[in-house]
Nanobody
């Protein structure tokens, strides 16, 4: 059974940076797509960015140029570097291992 554990969330001021990590247990990590999703209070969960096993990425327009996803297959880990954070980035961020494995989520709050 796959287990995903996110870390790195917290409170940051607008314009600041955070790096989220998602460590996955189990096998076949390197051949599966991974993604970061987020859910703000009162809103539906939305895709932030997805990365395929080949390293191809798909970013939401709202985060292009500010967020960067990367993966370290040897560590079964995917990262999300978030720069120039805005209050509207506030949400619970979830890691996904395709097709349907989810982490518990980590809160990101952008506020002064």
């Amino acid at each position: 059974q796959v287990r995903l554990v996110e870390s790195g969330g917290g409170l940051v001021q607008p314009g600041g940076s955070l790096r989220l990590s998602c460590a996955a247990s189990g096998s076949m990590f390197s051949i599966r797509a991974m993604g970061w999703y987020r859910q703000a209070s009162g809103k539906e969960r939305e895709l932030v960015v997805r990365i395929t096993s080949a390293g191809n990425t798909n970013y939401a327009d709202s985060v292009k140029g500010r967020f960067t996803i990367s993966r370290a297959n040897a560590k079964n880990t995917v990262y999300l570097q978030m720069n120039s954070l805005k209050p509207e980035d506030t949400a619970v961020y979830y890691c996904n291992l395709a097709p349907s494995s989810w982490g518990q989520g980590t809160q990101v709050t952008v506020s002064s």
